[in-house]
């Protein structure tokens, strides 16, 4: 497998003086082409640090993170916001999907600013996939929490980025929905998409195939689970 992301002594400190915080330290991690990985850890361990450095919206106080050869913190802002749009998707736990847009109109944004044509026949594309052929037109506060989750899925695909990030994407669902947005992810692993999850919660990482366990903001274990 090719390698697709490399963290390099990455740390990130906020704060300044006695109020200091040291959400990661030293991080060294790769991520293949691929992959669908989990970081694990409890409350404050750095997860949501690690997924944000990794998105390109964090820059990390040292070390450095190389995609595809992209130095992506040593790129102008402008530069970064392109890397973004070109590799990455999001889902976040609160799914952030806009209230006033419907279900395929939350997925055609990430085309609006794309240079993709047929937006569309793109988002409706996706969606049918995710099985919500008949939900085009609903607002979110119209939809039940798993097909919530589905059009934040799509939102995130529809641009067929490189790397998909989730940060604790079954959060704020319940235990069915939240498996069935497992299955999605597994389903979307299967066809080749790379996946970073980060969650803490042991059942969420059902079905990755990579578990690294962070703890005080380092990398305490990383392990190559069995397929089941
Ligand atoms: N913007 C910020 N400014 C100051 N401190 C922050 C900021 N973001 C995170 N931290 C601190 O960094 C540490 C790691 O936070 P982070 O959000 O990465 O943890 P987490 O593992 O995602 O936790 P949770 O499971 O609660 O989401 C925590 O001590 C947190 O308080
Ligand atoms: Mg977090």
């Not at 990455?10 to 293949?32: M, P, Q, R, T």
């Not at 799509?154 to 498996?179: F, Q, Y």
Request: hydrophobic share 40%.
């Amino acid at each position: 497998m090719s390698k697709l992301v490399s963290l390099e002594g990455i740390s990130k400190h906020y704060g300044v003086g006695e109020n200091e915080v040291i959400a990661l330290d030293k991080i060294d991690l790769s991520i293949n082409q691929g992959e669908y990985v989990a970081g694990m850890g409890p409350s404050g361990s750095g997860k949501s640090t690690l997924l944000t450095i990794l998105g390109a919206m964090n820059p990390p106080t040292t070390g450095k993170m190389i995609v595809d050869d992209i130095d992506v913190y040593g790129l102008s802002s402008e530069h970064q916001a392109d890397f973004r749009r070109e590799y990455l998707g999001f889902i976040f736990q609160q799914l952030q999907l806009l209230p006033y847009l419907t279900a395929i109109e939350n997925v055609m944004l990430p085309l609006v600013v794309s240079d993709a044509t047929d937006h569309e026949g793109k988002a409706g594309a996706v969606l049918e996939r995710l099985g919500l052929a008949k939900k085009f037109d609903r607002l979110p506060s119209e939809l039940s929490g798993g097909e919530q989750g589905r059009v934040a899925i799509a939102r995130a695909v529809v641009n067929e980025p490189p790397i998909l990030l989730a940060d604790e994407p079954t959060g704020s669902l319940d235990t069915a929905t939240g498996k069935e947005i497992l299955a999605l992810f597994s389903e979307l692993h299967n066809e080749g998409q790379t996946i970073v999850m980060v969650t803490h919660n042991a059942e969420s990482t059902r079905g990755v195939e990579r578990l690294i366990n962070i703890k005080d903001g380092q990398v305490v274990d990383d392990k190559q689970l069995k397929k089941t």
